[in-house]
């Protein structure tokens, strides 16, 4: 079973600060995926990384993949309210396969005005 | 165009009866997955469904819980005998092609057990 650990599970930080939420796993992943939640909806995706080292920026948020393909961040600069939510980074297993994505338990992060 | 939808999107029910959770994927995608999210434990994988076939089973949680998909669109999940410990949110997401194609996830259904 591979298992993705994210830290921290919770987070409460004022508008304005940086902050970086993290996901580790001692397997390999062909891709991770980051993804935002809201309460009453269903996960949306932010963002793909495919490739070891692969940096993607979106906005504010600026995600990482580690060289070995087994662990990801998540920055967010000059966090805002509208920030607020349940960020969940999932895997795509190494060597493919007919599975659903393998998911984190998620950071839940609170940015407050 | 549309997204995923699911219904109902709220289910309360007793022990024991049964309950079946509906999903309408995005119109054209051939595969579809049902994720179970419960408080604390994040998103399990249930099963997922290339066209109509479920090539795994086996993320089930026990034979309480079946799936069907027909016609290659809409699914179903049926949980038999419920127990207290199914209480959670059901989600179902659909991709365009087979994994690892990007997911798209539905509103999903909650759950109660009493």
């Known amino acids: 079973t591979q298992l993705l650990e994210q830290s921290p599970q919770f987070l409460s930080i004022q508008e304005g600060e940086n902050l970086t939420v993290y996901c580790n796993s001692s397997?390999?992943?062909?891709?991770l995926q980051w993804y935002r939640q809201e309460p009453g909806e269903g996960p949306v995706l932010l963002v793909t990384?495919?490739?070891?080292?692969e940096v993607k920026k979106l906005k504010r948020l600026t995600f990482q993949f580690g060289d070995a393909r087994k662990d990801s961040s998540l920055h967010i600069t000059a966090a805002q309210p509208g920030d607020t939510g349940l960020y969940l980074c999932a895997g795509t297993a190494s060597g493919g396969g007919a599975d659903g994505l393998t998911f984190g338990k998620g950071t839940h992060l609170i940015i407050q005005p | 165009g549309a997204g995923v939808s699911q219904s109902p999107s709220n289910k309360v029910t007793e022990k024991g009866k049964d309950v079946e959770l509906r999903c309408d994927p995005i119109?054209?995608?051939?595969?579809l997955y049902w994720y179970r999210q419960s408080l604390g434990q994040g998103l399990e994988f249930l099963i997922y469904f290339q066209g109509n076939s479920a090539p795994d089973k086996s993320g089930l949680p026990s034979d309480r819980f079946s799936a069907e998909r027909t016609g290659g669109s809409v699914s179903t999940l049926t949980i038999q005998r419920t127990q207290q410990e199914d209480s959670a949110v059901y989600l179902c997401a659909s991709s365009l092609l087979n994994p690892p194609d990007t997911q798209y996830f539905g509103p999903g259904t909650r759950l109660t057990v009493l």
């Open positions: 397997s390999v992943f062909s891709s």
């Open positions: 990384v495919v490739t070891g080292g």
């Open positions: 119109s054209g995608h051939t595969a």
